[in-house]
């Protein structure tokens, strides 16, 4: 079956850490770029970071850069996101998401989203 | 950075009604890169138009995408009760808009 799922959300401390997971199953993970996307209670929705099929690029909203890291183990076909000094802020459900790309004869841009996890809840909270 | 901004923000309308969903660029966005999403309560988004116009596999032939340059369209031809959620549209496979909360009337 062709899925992604998310693990590792709960309740944290500001200025704690936590690494999401996603496990990808059913496909050839090491063939996309895979996101990550979050949507704070009640909001919409807000991308947080992508990185290539090869974990060679990778890049992040400026509301985390410095502080979420994003990375991915395709021998373990998993997907993460290190996130460190936490705020209120990012509470949230975290998903992610599979690309698809669109390529010319140059180059490739992301497309859209073809593929989504079910999500996991960090709340970030004394 | 672009800006997409959704209109209207909250729909109302009664099953069987059409809805026009509109989808703005701060700056001119391919269409090829401009997807629509549908989301309901609890559950994670699911892409229902990428390519501005292209009906993603599953998604019912009553939705229907259009649009260039700043401004897109998701039509809903006839509302069916299962349709009511919240519609995001994104281009680039980054930025979303804040969303269209279709509700029922």
């Known amino acids: 079956q062709v899925q992604l799922v998310e693990s590792g959300g709960g309740v944290v401390q500001p200025g704690r850490s936590l690494r999401l997971s996603c496990a990808a199953s059913?496909?050839?993970?090491?063939?996309?770029?895979v996101h990550w996307v979050r949507q704070a209670p009640g909001k919409g929705l807000e991308w947080v970071a992508v990185?290539?099929?090869?974990?060679?690029?990778?890049y992040s909203a400026d509301s985390v850069k410095g502080r979420f890291t994003i990375s991915r183990d395709n021998s373990k076909n998993t997907l993460y996101l290190q996130m460190n000094s936490l705020r209120a802020e990012d509470t949230a459900v975290y998903y992610c998401?599979?690309?698809?790309?669109?390529?010319?004869?140059?180059?490739?841009?992301?497309?859209?989203?073809?593929?989504w996890g079910r999500g996991t809840l960090v709340t970030v909270s004394s | 950075e672009i800006v997409l901004t959704q209109s209207p923000g909250t729909l109302s309308l009664s099953p069987g009604e059409r809805a026009t969903l509109s989808c703005r660029a701060s700056?001119?966005?391919?269409?090829?890169?401009l997807a629509w999403y549908q989301q309901k309560p609890g559950q994670a988004p699911r892409l229902l138009i990428y390519?501005?116009?292209n009906r993603a596999t599953g998604t019912p032939d009553r939705f229907s995408g259009s649009g260039s340059g700043t401004d897109f369209t998701l039509i809903i031809s006839r509302v069916e009760p299962e349709d009511f959620a919240v519609y995001y549209c994104?281009?680039?496979?980054?930025?979303f808009g804040q969303g269209t909360k279709l509700e029922i009337k």
């Open positions: 998401a599979r690309e698809v790309r669109n390529c010319s004869s140059t180059r490739c841009y992301p497309q859209y989203f073809d593929l």
């Open positions: 059913g496909f050839t993970f090491s063939n996309y770029d």
């Open positions: 990185i290539s099929y090869d974990g060679s690029n990778k």
């Open positions: 700056q001119s966005v391919s269409s090829t890169y």
């Open positions: 390519g501005a116009s």
């Open positions: 994104q281009q680039y496979g980054r930025t």
